[in-house]
């Protein structure tokens, strides 16, 4: 186990440094000049020279790449060329934001997957488990930008029961906070709902034959008993594990999403930063997410390994 | 004279694939997946002769006009017949989901198969990619990677081909760990069968099933990673129509032409739900385990 | 009785107290369509970002709903005889949101900096300006090395934003962080939400003409998204509203949709010299090919359907309403007959282009619309849809054959032609090179009196409508969508809201 963990962890940084020469590599094979892009309307060309100069948009790739190494070893990811803010900065200001929807999504996700996961495997092979499925799959099959302005056309529009856009605060307002949150919370959590729900569904339905289960039942207790108290809580920790996987699934929503509804959150800091062309905005953000990703990662496996046995050693 | 009894009545040992494709072919959600499925590429397929009108005639006259019994569908922003749109728009959703899913499928095999076979030094250099890769989200590596080959169906199809090969290539590294280490794998080998022929002859049939799932599972989410691209500009261009595209432009007009927006968007539903029926009709069928 | 009058007099003098008391604090919410970039005068380059600082940084001048230049900073000014020094008295008694005083000093040091600072992107519009000289307290003498018609103008934006110079010294680079200037709302906050919020400044020079207590700017990119939101009641105003969405806002009487005639334009940028692609087709070849895809076009109907009626047909950098307008070029009728015919003469039988667009819809629809119309005089047409930084890359090296291209306009023509069809200049991308044009455009600019500059235009406008490297489309219009509580709404070509006189009734 021990050695295990080592391993992974060892393997922690040739990744990330894979990561951080793929995005970096990636953008700077992107056409389009950042410097001209954020040059301004008029395009000076005394403009242009001085941000060229200041991001060594001038040096050779391997240069520029060191420079940002550099500096990313010292904590300092940065400037974003666009709004002149330190990377870090941004990352600080945003990462709540895209945390809490990502949190609430992830929440809704769990109790519309687990709940229509148990009901389909309880009720295996009739029509619970096919409707229970169908609905479960229809947030995966809806593209969920479009989900979202439905929704805001119903219920902002027409019914005017949430905000339609914008993002308040907790610490300001938490009812407002979470009135807007409600319709991208839903439209980001539909689609983990479907794979929560088709791992809920294996996993019960492993746990319901085997003999833990068995036993329980030779017992004499009440089937949702067995069926809530002790299958459900021992395929809770697999559909835990798988879930934490799907982080990057839920960033990937995300993107369009908070464009949607104008979070400013990562998704649509990273949009802007791709099609501005503002490299170390992006650069920094996909490091990060990648970090969170791979120690998520770390700690599943880690749990996986503590649930089962023969997967040690 | 006792009768003897003759081989064909007794009753015939099915094989195993035989066996999932009736398992198959009972569960009712994958069949109407596969129906479903189906009828979209026969629309896409038949498009020149059942298209109403031609998909980029635009009208001056006809913008933004409710369904009427001319244009079933209705019209668009510039006068051209939702319906025909969505018919010919076909073509292009599912050309997305199976180009970038077969790209996927033919570059992360073979490597997956190669890292899992081969293992030491390949597997590791090839699993640190491919985690590099996973790491990154998905729609933003794909969204990278169309910016720089440039806006057009094509280029989407190739960026999320190669943004979705690392699932692929996991997948299939993943089922050769657990397959390599079978009897009859180590058997082939001891019997001094070259290790390509032992990939091809004997891993590669045993792990198919879970790739085709995947695969199946993959071109669903491939048609909607293509319906957000474009959604960003990114994919089909004007005036070639996809329904991706068309809700890009629809969303603009949901209050007063939703007609533009509910066809397309109904049909990437109805597409998207039917291959994630099929796959998971396809899992439960190969995996006794889950059926 | 003496004492009776003195009560009514006091009683009355109450009874208007009471009136003008203020009611309970009143914010502005406002609606942007993007995230304005930093908030430094200096370094600022967004349209979006001008709609910010119209709260918060005061100009030496600005303009009026007619294109006037009309006293804000300064009260008046006067052009030394030569025309090579613009003389300005200030106005007394203002002071910066820090309490420092706007003086000559100030002014001195603000523009100084727009011209010094590293990454400075007003240094091209103060170019003429050579030095600053402080006459006294309140006058300041801006000496040209050579005359500037244009100049004006330019003080009424971003180059005319006086900072206060303490600040500035003090936050250097960072300014936009916090911005401390001279206009009727002080920056409170620009986090985590992507929103700026700025409260009254209590010592604005102009306080009563503002109503508000607090103003609230939120960007908004999903126009669908922007929209819901006004209608729901989160915000008071919204800029650049769909135009499609107009008609349903026109029949809701709970708001007021306001269109503003840019003084920008949409046209076609046409490669005719930049570089070899120019040659490589009939179009960037052939002026006669060029004047008959113009005649394939129906300006009007292009409006109509592609910006569903909200935008003014034009042919010029100007607008037609505009007193620059000349008015012996109008803007040609569709006759795909003469089109044909010129194709002929020119030994042209199907020519074909790649037309550059952006990827957004409303650039795609007007780049459907021209090739649909262009079709039938029988040029194929091909959209290549370009992602916008790329684009400006290979329009800057010339690698491209047409090019939907908006401008979003200066005050002064000048603003509107100069970088654009001066030889070598940095918005030429067509690659425009005339000796004739230059030199009129050239003395247009150091010209004072407004008579002569519009003939030498003039010239320059025949000169342009002949050659066509830019084929003028229309002038959009700024939709700007508010609650009908909200009244005194400025319609300044520019199309930025200004927070003067802007009223919300209860």
């Known amino acids: 186990m021990g050695s295990f963990l080592l391993k992974r962890l060892a393997a922690i940084v040739p990744t990330l440094f894979f990561v951080s020469v793929l995005i970096f590599g990636l953008q700077q094979l992107l056409p389009g000049d950042p410097a001209i892009a954020m040059a301004g309307e008029e395009r000076d060309p005394n403009v242009i020279a001085y941000l060229r100069g200041k991001f060594h948009l001038d040096e050779p790739l ?8 550099r500096g990313a070893l010292h904590g300092d990811l940065g400037e974003s060329v666009r709004i002149q803010q330190p990377v870090t900065d941004l990352i600080v200001e945003k990462l709540p934001v895209t945390l809490e929807l990502a949190g609430l999504a992830m929440a809704v996700a769990l109790v519309i997957g687990i709940s229509a996961g148990v009901a389909a495997a309880v009720w295996r092979d009739t029509r619970w488990d096919y409707v229970a499925n169908v609905f479960a799959l229809w947030g995966l099959s809806t593209p969920n930008f ?7 056309l119903f219920f902002s529009v027409k019914l005017g029961w949430f905000p339609a856009s914008g993002y308040v605060s907790p610490s300001e307002n938490l009812g407002e906070n979470l009135a807007g949150m409600v319709m991208p919370a839903f439209v980001l959590g539909n689609a983990l709902a479907a794979v929560l729900m088709r791992h809920t569904r294996s996993a019960m339905l492993q746990v319901m034959a085997s003999d833990y289960v068995r036993t329980a039942r030779a017992k004499g207790l009440d089937e949702k008993v067995v069926i809530l108290r002790h299958a459900l809580r021992n395929a809770l920790v697999p559909i835990i594990t798988l879930t934490a996987l799907q982080f990057g699934e839920l960033l990937s929503g995300a993107v369009l999403t908070e464009q949607v509804f ?8 990273i949009v802007d930063a791709v099609f501005n062309r503002d490299y170390s905005v992006v650069q920094g953000v996909v490091l990060f997410t990648a970090t969170v990703y791979i120690v998520l990662n770390l700690l599943a496996d880690l749990a996986y390994f503590a649930v089962n046995p023969r997967m040690r050693g | 004279m006792a009768a003897t009894l003759v081989a064909t009545d007794l009753p015939r040992e099915l094989t195993p694939g035989q066996r999932a494709l009736r398992r198959l072919w009972r569960r009712r959600g994958a069949m109407v997946g596969l129906a479903v499925i189906v009828f979209f590429v026969a629309i896409a397929l038949a498009a020149p002769w059942i298209s109403p009108h031609d998909p980029l005639a635009t009208s001056w006259s006809a913008v933004r006009k409710a369904p009427t019994a001319e244009h079933v569908f209705g019209t668009d922003e510039i006068g051209r017949d939702v319906l025909s749109r969505v018919i010919w728009g076909a073509r292009a959703s599912l050309l997305a989901g199976v180009i970038s899913v077969t790209i996927s499928l033919l570059v992360g095999v073979p490597v997956g198969l190669t890292a899992g076979y081969v293992g030491g030094w390949t597997d590791m250099l090839i699993s640190r990619v491919t985690d590099a890769m996973l790491a990154c989200p998905f729609l933003i590596l794909a969204i990278a990677l169309a910016a720089f080959l440039g806006p057009s169906l094509t280029n989407a199809m190739v960026a999320i081909g190669i943004a979705a090969t690392p699932i692929f290539v996991r997948l299939t590294r993943a089922q050769v760990l657990a397959v390599k280490v079978e009897d009859y794998v180590e058997a082939a080998r ?45 994919g089909q261009q004007p005036p070639a129509p996809s329904w991706g595209s068309m809700l890009n432009t629809a969303k603009n007009y949901v209050e007063n032409a939703p007609w533009m927006a509910i066809w397309p968007g109904l049909s990437i539903f109805l597409l998207v739900l039917s291959f994630n029926l099929l796959g998971d009709g396809l899992r439960d069928a190969l995996d006794p385990r889950h059926g | 009785m003496k004492i009776a009058p003195r009560i009514r007099c006091l009683a009355t003098a109450l009874a208007f107290a009471a009136l003008a008391l203020p009611a309970a604090a009143q914010t502005l919410r406002v609606g942007l369509a993007e995230d304005p970039d930093v908030l430094d005068p200096t370094l600022a380059r967004t349209f979006v970002g ?19 230049i009309v006293p804000q900073l300064a009260t008046s000014w006067q052009w030394a005889p030569d025309n090579k020094s613009l003389t300005m008295k200030l106005r007394p008694n203002v002071t910066f949101h820090d309490g420092e005083k706007m003086d000559a000093e100030a002014v001195k040091f603000s523009i100084e900096r727009h011209k010094t600072m590293p990454g400075s992107n007003r240094k091209g519009e103060l170019a003429p300006v050579s030095s600053v000289d402080v006459v006294d307290p309140l006058t300041v003498r801006l000496n040209l090395s050579a005359p500037f018609a244009p100049l004006l103008a330019q003080l009424a934006d971003r180059a005319g934003m006086i900072v206060s110079p303490k600040a500035a010294k003090a936050a250097g680079e960072k300014f936009g962080s916090n911005p401390v200037c001279a206009g009727p709302f002080k920056f409170v906050e620009r986090v985590k939400q992507g929103r700026m919020v700025f409260e009254r400044f209590p010592n604005y020079w102009n306080k009563d003409a503002i109503h508000f207590d607090r103003v609230v700017y939120l960007p908004i990119v999903d126009s669908t998204a922007r929209l819901a939101s006004l209608q729901s009641g989160q915000f008071d105003v919204i800029e650049r509203t769909a135009p499609s969405d107009v008609p349903a806002l026109k029949k809701d009487s709970r708001f007021h949709v306001l269109p503003i005639v840019e003084i920008g334009y949409q046209g076609i940028d046409i490669n005719i010299g930049k570089s070899d692609r120019a040659k490589a087709t009939p179009i960037g070849r052939d002026p006669r090919v060029r004047e008959a895809f113009e005649l394939s076009l129906d300006r009007q109907a292009i409006v109509q359907v592609a910006m569903d009626g909200e935008a003014l047909p034009g042919n010029q950098w100007v607008a037609p309403t505009n007193s620059f307008y000349a008015k012996s070029v109008p803007i040609p009728k569709r006759d795909v007959a003469k089109a044909k ?14 037309l550059m667009t952006a990827t957004t819809s409303d650039a795609q629809r007007l780049a459907q619309v021209v090739q649909a119309m262009a079709q039938e005089a029988g040029f194929d047409v091909k959209i290549q849809s370009t992602e916008f930084s790329t684009s400006l890359d290979l329009a800057d090296k010339g690698d491209y054959e047409a090019y939907i291209l908006a401008w979003s306009g200066r005050a002064d023509p000048d603003g509107n032609v100069y970088s654009h069809l001066v030889c070598k200049q940095p918005l030429d991308y067509s690659g425009f090179c005339n000796a004739d044009f230059d030199k009129l455009v050239g003395e247009a600019r150091v010209t004072a009196d407004p008579a002569q500059r519009a003939r030498l235009y003039e010239q320059a406008v025949q000169i342009e409508a002949r050659e066509r490297p830019i084929i003028y489309l229309f002038h959009r219009h700024w939709l700007w969508a508010y609650t009908s509580k909200l009244s005194g709404f400025a319609k300044v070509p520019d199309g930025l809201m200004r927070l003067q006189n802007l009223q919300l009734a209860k």
Not at chain 2, 219 to 227: D, H, K, L, M, T
Not at chain 3, 50 to 68: M, Q, S, T
Not at chain 3, 341 to 354: C, D, M, N, R
Request: with cysteine; glycine share 6%; net charge positive.
């Open chain 1, 62 to 69: 391997p240069v520029r790449y060191g420079y940002w190494l």
């Open chain 1, 262 to 269: 104008s979070i400013p959150g990562f998704g649509k800091l």
């Open chain 3, 50 to 68: 001008r709609i910010v600082f119209a709260a918060v940084c005061d100009k030496l001048v600005d303009i009026d709903e007619n294109l006037k």
């Open chain 3, 341 to 354: 015919a010129l194709l002929q003469q020119a030994g042209v039988t199907k020519p074909s282009f790649t």
């Open chain 2, 190 to 234: 001891a019997v001094g069968n070259p290790p390509l022929r032992i990939a091809l002859r004997h891993i590669f049939p045993n792990i198919v099933a879970p790739l085709i799932v995947q695969a199946t599972l993959a071109i669903a989410a491939a048609i909607i990673a293509e319906a957000s691209l474009s959604f960003l500009g990114l």
């Open chain 1, 146 to 152: 479009w989900l979202g302005i439905l929704m805001i």
